[in-house]
């Protein structure tokens, strides 16, 4: 019985090794290596390029960059940016409950914006 528990436990320790090990590796190969990432600075750039403004935070992040920034309708958004190519590959609306009159500011712009 003691034999079969200590087999189990020394399994159960090398698939978890195993197991890390592919996660490991797939998450290198999806990010890159820090070498080939891009700079904040450039980081900066791409965003501002896709429209975005008034950009006040950039993180790096395990898999990427996580920048907070303002969209066109002057709306806060949350960014999640790729780290090789620049590229926005999600965006995320963030809610600042702090500012009532957001929405009616964000509407009338956006009416302005369709009248041209």
């Not at 806060?76 to 929405?103: A, C, T, W």
């Amino acid at each position: 019985m003691k034999n079969s528990h200590a087999i189990f436990a020394i399994v159960l320790t090398a698939a978890t090794l195993g197991g890390t090990a592919i996660a490991a590796s797939s998450t290198a190969d999806r990010a890159g290596s820090d070498a080939d990432w891009l700079t904040i600075p450039a980081v900066h750039e791409k965003v501002i390029a896709a429209g975005y403004n008034d950009i006040h935070e950039i993180e790096r992040e395990r898999s990427g960059y996580d920048v907070e920034a303002y969209d066109s309708y002057g709306g806060r958004v949350e960014l999640f940016v790729d780290p090789i190519n620049g590229e926005v590959l999600d965006v995320r609306v963030k809610n600042d409950r702090s500012d009532k009159y957001r929405d009616q500011r964000l509407s009338d712009k956006r009416e302005r914006s369709n009248d041209r």
